[in-house]
């Protein structure tokens, strides 16, 4: 099984991006997806969670900017990212938990700069 990102890129202060995350070769059923983002000498940090239903967790630096949806048929997760601050920059990884396992995706880079 394996996820596979995109959407990563250089974006301005005030602007836009969506990420998404595909995956293949899980059989069984999502029960979480969610993103993540690290930058260099921090912990890598929950950014947004989707659990069972519409149950969403957002980290409180993103609240009211970034969403958080999911394709069930696609077995795909996006995050749509608005009004990115400088602060955002960081590589943004997919997470998804099935039956017992975890998956992730390579990471995306997000880079917020004018």
């Known amino acids: 099984a394996q996820l596979m990102e995109s959407g990563g890129g250089l974006v301005q202060p005030g602007g836009s991006l969506r990420l998404s995350c595909a995956a293949s070769?899980?059989?069984?059923?999502?029960?979480?997806m969610a993103w993540y983002r690290q930058t260099p000498g921090k912990q890598r940090e929950l950014v947004a969670r989707?659990?069972?239903?519409?149950?969403?967790t957002y980290v409180d630096s993103v609240k009211g900017r970034f969403t958080i949806s999911r394709d069930n048929a696609k077995n795909a997760v996006y995050l749509q990212m608005n009004n990115l601050k400088p602060d955002d920059t960081a590589v943004y990884y997919c997470?998804?938990?099935?039956?017992?396992?975890?998956?992730w995706g390579q990471g995306t880079q997000v880079t917020v700069s004018s």
């Open positions: 997470y998804m938990a099935s039956s017992g396992l975890t998956y």
């Open positions: 070769g899980i059989t069984f059923s999502i029960y979480v």
């Open positions: 989707l659990s069972v239903g519409t149950i969403t």
